[in-house]
């Protein structure tokens, strides 16, 4: 593993806003360093669209977890397939807003649940080559008498999300079934096996 501090290997960055509608696309140039000494302009563009943050609800009782369906233009743009996407509780962090803040509201809208609180188990980048989102990914138990109402999103936002109570074992199957294709459901799916969190 190579030790160079980043402030020697970068000089020079500039920012140049592509576009600036719903999120920032921005051209980053930067003078780079490579290791053998030589100095290099490089350009890449960065998508900023803030932070997110991520949500398994399970039931250790039950058996079942909480999921949520939606579509997804960006899925649909790359597969033409029907763009519906099955993941979990998840949404943008409004500036300012603790991650464990924001999923906790995400909850309540969008899968009609109230929790208390939430285990951060997992931070990850989503794209980092492309994308400066960074995600956080947390845990919590539910129960019925959680639940405060039927969920479904925000109708000022235009969201239409399904809500899906499934057997644990099933979505581990859509898993292996390719039916869960979202990088954040699986990591947190995957945490809940490792971690025998569904007994
Ligand atoms: N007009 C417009 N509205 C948008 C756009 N992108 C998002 N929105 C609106 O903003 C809402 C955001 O809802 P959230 O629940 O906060 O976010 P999300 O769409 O679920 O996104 C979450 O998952 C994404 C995919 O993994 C993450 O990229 C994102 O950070 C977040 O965690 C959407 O329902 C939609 O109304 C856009 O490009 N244009
Ligand atoms: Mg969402």
């Known amino acids: 593993m190579k030790t160079t501090s980043v402030e020697d290997k970068l000089r020079n960055i500039t920012y140049t806003e592509l576009s600036g509608e719903w999120a920032t696309l921005n051209r980053i140039d930067y003078d780079y360093k490579f290791e053998d000494g030589s100095w290099k302009r490089l350009s890449r563009e960065s998508y900023d669209r803030g932070n997110g943050a991520c949500i398994l609800l399970y039931n250790e009782e039950k058996g079942t977890v909480i999921l949520t369906k939606q579509f997804r233009m960006p899925a649909y743009d790359n597969h033409k397939a029907d763009g519906m996407s099955i993941e979990v509780c998840a949404g943008a962090i409004d500036k300012n807003e603790a991650p464990e803040i924001c999923i906790i509201r995400e909850t309540e809208e969008e899968v009609g649940y109230r929790i208390k609180s939430a285990k951060k188990v997992m931070e990850c980048y989503t794209s980092p080559g492309a994308v ?65 969190l569904l007994g």
């Open 132 to 196: 400066t989102e960074k995600m956080f990914l947390f845990v919590a138990p539910y129960d019925d008498t959680m639940k405060i109402n039927d969920g479904g999103g925000l109708e000022i936002e235009d969201e239409e999300i399904e809500v899906l109570e499934m057997p644990f074992s099933e979505a581990i199957k859509m898993v292996d079934n390719f039916k869960i294709i979202d990088a954040k459901t699986i990591l947190l799916l995957q945490y809940a096996q490792i971690h025998n």
